[in-house]
């Protein structure tokens, strides 16, 4: 089993199929007796909701402390402004200025301020959604339109994982700030691609940093056989393995299509995402024996 098991399901690019994969791997392990939590951590394009269809989802807002300056007691000494080193806060001869967008929430013009004049104002960022879907413990972020608070709100998904459970983590395309917030502390990562000249130029990107955050990772081919043999070549002369090969099938573009999971339609792919189940409980065993 895959108890205390985080994987991080990641691309390098958007549109490679990473969120079917996490959502058909989350049924299979969850058919299989496994206690499961999908993690929506793509908090700016949530959409694993779409597959699995929680139901009875609690919504709870996510807010970030911002200063709030009362300016009757502001004397514009400009302290705020000279701690703050991303210009949230800035002081302009009597006047006093605040960027929320731009405050990381540190708390430090709050503690410097000698008139006691800046107080934190909450900002909502976000809200996250939590339920039931057929047996998967669902979460989900979503971050409010125009906010730039990505890493913070995925922080924040990641508070749900608990203890027993298979964690699978729907992460972001890319790989920037958001993408490394998710991937920290995971057990495991799944690198889906493409056999297309993009898949391959953003699968290495999506290698390195894997390498640089020293995680355990695999390579999930998806659309096999629609491209050329660069993926797989690169792979071999990089000693990455490919756990898994979902094939160029025009039935799973139609279950696609429609919102439907590939393992609930089409009964013969039910093995190949219990082929990855048995996969990641193998890396399980050698990165416990590793440890010894």
């Known amino acids: 089993m895959l108890d205390d098991f985080v994987v991080a399901v990641a691309s390098g690019k958007g549109g490679t199929g990473k969120t079917t994969v996490a959502a058909n791997l989350a049924r299979t392990a969850c058919d299989a007796g496994q206690n499961v939590q999908y993690l929506d951590c793509d908090v700016e394009e949530p959409n694993g909701h779409i597959f699995l269809k929680p139901q009875e989802l609690a919504s709870r ?18 302290q705020c402004g000279q701690i ?58 979503r971050l409010n339109i125009g906010h730039v608070r990505t ?34 502390e995971t057990d495991f990562v799944l690198l889906v691609t493409e056999p297309t000249p993009f898949g391959l130029n953003d699968l290495k990107l999506a ?20 491209g050329d043999s660069q993926v797989e070549t690169y792979c071999l002369d990089q000693n990455i393995e490919i756990a898994f090969r979902l094939a160029d099938d025009r039935r799973i573009a139609e279950a696609y299509s429609s919102g439907q ?21 193998r890396a399980k065993t050698e990165r416990n024996e590793t440890r010894r």
């Open 261 to 281: 999971m590939i393992v609930e339609v089409l009964d013969d792919y039910k093995k190949q995402f219990f082929d990855i189940y048995s996969y990641l409980e």
């Open 84 to 141: 703050c080193q991303y210009g949230a806060i800035i002081s302009i001869k009597e006047h006093v200025l605040t960027f929320e967008q731009l405050c990381h929430s540190c708390g430090g013009c709050f503690r410097v301020c000698p008139e006691d004049a800046i107080t934190p104002k909450p900002l909502e960022i976000g809200v996250i959604e939590s339920g039931k879907a057929d047996g998967i413990d669902f979460v989900s972020g």
């Open 61 to 78: 807002k996510v807010t970030i402390d911002v200063p709030q300056v009362d300016l009757e007691k502001c004397t514009a000494c400009g």
């Open 207 to 226: 290698v390195e940093l894997a390498r640089e955050l020293n995680l355990p990772f695999a390579v999930v081919i998806n659309r096999d056989g629609i």
């Open 151 to 184: 890493p913070t709100l995925i922080k924040e998904v990641k508070k749900h994982i608990r203890p027993e459970t298979l964690a699978i983590l729907d992460v972001p395309p890319g790989t920037s700030c958001p993408v490394v917030e998710a991937l920290k």
